[in-house]
């Protein structure tokens, strides 16, 4: 019902911005939260931020609270997450992921996923 095609991802210094990107296909996308998770080699994957779908209620992970912002435009069914302020320690896959009505940070309560897009910050 939902696909979710990301881009933005990169290589960046320590201290640089990137915006993602998750473009979704499918007319009920207005009512699914979006989450973005990421997951780094030999580790399990991890929530970062999530928004319900007026747009109007977020949550973020306290190791990227402040420095990551997540928004959605719904007219152009797309979800972004700024990153601001990239640390080595953000280096992973990004995965965007949409889920029906509520906001979770648990990554098993997501229906759909995208492909996701690597991230990569060099000290």
């Known amino acids: 019902q939902v696909q979710l095609v990301e881009s933005g991802g990169g290589l960046v210094q320590a201290g640089g911005s990137l915006r993602l990107s998750c473009a979704a296909s499918?007319?009920?996308?207005?009512?699914?939260?979006m989450g973005w998770f990421r997951q780094a080699p030999g580790k399990e994957r991890e929530f970062v931020a999530a928004?319900?779908?007026?747009?109007?209620?977020?949550i973020y992970a306290d190791s990227v609270k402040g420095r990551f912002t997540i928004s959605r435009d719904n007219a152009k069914n797309t979800v972004y997450l700024q990153m601001n302020g990239l640390k080595p320690e953000d280096t992973a896959g990004y995965y965007c992921a949409a889920r029906r009505y509520l906001l979770s940070s648990s990554n098993v309560e997501y229906e759909y996923w995208g492909q996701g897009t690597q991230v990569t910050v060099s000290s």
């Open positions: 499918g007319r009920t996308f207005s009512s699914y939260a």
């Open positions: 928004i319900n779908w007026t747009g109007g209620s977020t």
